[in-house]
């Protein structure tokens, strides 16, 4: 079984710049998650989505993060502008339709503002 | 508001003793409890669960403990080995908010 894949692995970009992030779920998963995991904390959730709809996204800083899940399948997280504090790994999840379900974590994209 | 309590932050251990590590988290509700095992620059790994209605589950030299009393369940790593070393996570879903809380972490060290 294929795993969470997440592009890219790696950006670099200057403040105020734009960067996007991709992630393609499990197969058949219906939620998607994503986390921001700055270094030394535990993932915190940004957005998640049932199929296509917004479950949660009350700690997406809305003024500059934007999310997608088109088709209920693969989905995106943009931020723009970008800001030092940005600099971070962003994990990509995805699990069944229950709450009560494993989330499988993808490579992440590790990011850095400079 | 929901949250998820994990001590301790870092453990250091000699090779072959045991590791604890305990949450603590504040929704009765929730009813499903993950521990993830992230190692340095890799994805975290599910490596146990339970679910609430029971009170302990074990998996080889890993087990974990619940008790829906006092709201808290704890990680037990018995026979450590040095790859045991990473930074462990607990969760526990919010209820009514479909959103996982994760704890502060642990890095447990095991020492050769």
């Known amino acids: 079984e294929a795993g969470v894949a997440q592009s890219p692995r790696y950006k670099i970009i200057e403040k105020r710049q734009s960067v996007a992030f991709w992630c393609n779920p499990i197969?058949?998963?219906?939620?998607l998650y994503w986390y921001q995991q700055i270094l030394g904390q535990g993932p915190k959730l940004l957005i998640q989505f049932q199929n296509n709809g917004v479950v949660d996204d009350s700690q997406l800083p809305k003024d500059r993060f934007s999310a997608e899940r088109l088709k209920g399948v693969d989905s995106t997280l943009k931020i723009q502008p970008a800001k030092l504090e940005d600099s971070a790994v962003y994990l990509c999840a995805s699990s069944g339709t229950s709450l009560a379900e494993t989330q499988y974590f993808g490579p992440g994209t590790r990011l850095l503002v400079l | 508001g929901e949250n998820v309590e994990q001590h301790p932050s870092t453990l250091s251990v000699q090779e072959g003793d045991s590791a604890v590590i305990k949450c603590t988290y504040s929704d009765s509700a929730s009813n499903y409890f993950p521990w993830y095992k992230q190692e340095l620059g890799k994805r975290p790994q599910l490596i146990i669960d339970i679910r609430s209605n029971v009170g302990e589950k074990k998996d080889q030299r890993i087990a974990v403990t619940l008790n829906k009393t006092a709201k808290h369940f704890s990680l037990h790593i018995t026979e450590t080995q040095p790859e045991d070393s990473a930074v462990y996570f607990c969760a526990a879903p919010s209820s009514g908010t479909y959103k996982y809380i994760f704890g502060t972490g642990t890095r447990l060290k095991v020492l050769a």
């Open positions: 197969s058949g998963h219906a939620t």
